[in-house]
């Protein structure tokens, strides 16, 4: 009886949601967006926070649910999907992709689930949008009847302010003495206390704020151990949610999603100051700047900089899902080098940044310049530990050379 109920209900899901489109038609939706979002975002800045306007386009035009499930009218689609859409909204806005990163993987990991939690997120309100932050020492959570009671301050929370739904890790201990057990919690908007701390130099609109959890109860379907985020099909989410995608491990994926919108920073970076280039004069020698070699060379180098990004974060999610396809999970070394490989894209997006910045001259330091503002979202979206180039890259060499994988979250 308990089979035929889930049944009824995977079908009732199938039945009751529209698909959201194709990964066609949504990021020819984020390209519509992108001289919108360029408009509103010296007004982000100023608020620090997503406008609504901008919240209720990215829940209509359904970009954040590139990676959802069908069944919930999703688009489901390959895992490069995300970096079209990123890279294309960071063109627009940094807050606002750096926000819908948020967004999509979250999104992502939901469907690792059970099907009542994933009927709870979505099954009134599909397109809504989940923020989180996976610190798991920051979160201390206890067992209690039905479910774990969870406590703790996190920072760096992006897109909290106009998310739905949001996700928190902590550490349960072990009554028995044993090692604390790392799991996963789903809260909705109102459960948390969100802490007005997000006064930051770059990325000022994306409402990275610090978050509050006092001791909220969690009912047990709500939450999921590390060990069902890792890849492969023990999660209970792949009990309704059959597609490949959902075989990947989400922590090897974050550095191509949050790179992605970096990625997306620095390209529009690029595409502004070569419109700005063909009308700009030097103000000491009378030249044009178009007529100078030097600029030319820096231009062509970030030019290239930012595909050689692209280029390597669509490389990267064709072998993933290349890899899941033919039944197989990435290796340690595999899913170190997709986090050392996203890290590096980021690199690549600032040094890109960096050669329009020093080619930009002193006029490149007003406020009122896009370039600025992007320029400082680089800045301090290239804090983030997935840019961290010396963490990465010291994981990958480790495990090529032969020692154990050190990240218990990989």
């Known amino acids: 009886m308990q089979q035929q109920c889930v049944k009824a209900t995977a079908h009732k899901a199938r039945k009751r949601y529209p698909r959201v489109g194709s990964r066609e038609a949504l990021v ?12 509103r975002a010296p007004h982000t800045d100023e608020i620090r926070r997503m406008p609504d306007d901008t919240r209720h386009d990215l829940r209509t035009s359904g970009v954040a649910r590139i990676l959802q499930p069908s069944r919930y009218g999703g688009c489901e689609a390959h895992l490069s999907g995300m970096v079209d859409i990123l890279t294309t909204i960071g063109t627009g806005c940094g807050s606002t992709a750096w926000c819908l990163a948020q967004y999509i993987g979250h999104n992502f990991m939901v469907a690792q689930w059970p099907e009542r939690a994933q009927e709870e997120v979505w099954g009134t309100s599909p397109q809504n949008l989940l923020s989180g932050i996976l610190i798991p020492l ?9 479910g774990y009671v969870l406590s703790g301050q996190f920072p760096f929370v992006s897109g909290v302010t106009t998310c739905d739904w949001c996700l928190f890790a902590g550490m349960v201990e072990n009554g028995s003495g044993g090692k604390p057990e790392e799991r996963y919690f789903i809260l909705p908007q109102g459960k948390f206390e969100i802490l007005d701390t997000w006064d930051a130099v770059g990325l000022r609109g994306s409402a990275s704020h610090d978050v509050k959890v006092d001791n909220v109860f969690i ?7 590390l060990k069902h985020l890792k890849g492969g099909d023990k999660s209970p989410g792949r009990k309704v949610n059959r597609g490949t995608l959902y075989r990947s491990p989400s922590y090897m994926t974050f550095g191509i999603l949050i790179s992605s919108a970096s990625v997306g920073i620095a390209d529009g970076i690029v595409r502004d100051y070569v419109e700005q280039v063909k009308s700009r004069v030097a103000l000491m020698s009378g030249q044009g700047l178009h007529d100078q070699v030097l600029q030319h060379t820096k231009i062509s180098e ?7 990004a692209k280029a390597l974060l669509y490389r990267n999610s064709d072998e993933i899902m290349q890899i899941l396809e033919a039944g197989d999970l990435p290796t340690h070394e595999q899913r ?8 590096y894209a980021g690199k690549l997006a600032f040094q890109a940044a960096n050669l329009i910045w020093d080619a930009g001259g002193g006029r490149g330091v007003y406020m009122n310049n896009p370039i600025a503002r992007a320029y400082r979202d680089m800045c301090t ?6 840019h961290s180039w010396d963490i990465n890259g010291a994981t990958h060499g480790r495990v090529r050379v032969g020692l154990p994988l050190d990240n218990p979250a990989l």
């Open 336 to 343: 170190t080098k997709y986090r050392a490989a996203g890290a």
């Open 302 to 308: 970030a030019s290239i900089a930012v595909e050689a």
């Open 219 to 225: 009912p047990t379907h709500m939450t999921l151990p």
């Open 381 to 386: 979206a290239t804090r983030h530990f997935t």
């Open 138 to 146: 920051l979160g201390n959570a206890c067992r209690v009847r039905g």
């Open 28 to 39: 020819r939706r984020a390209e519509g967006l992108v001289p919108i979002l360029r408009q």
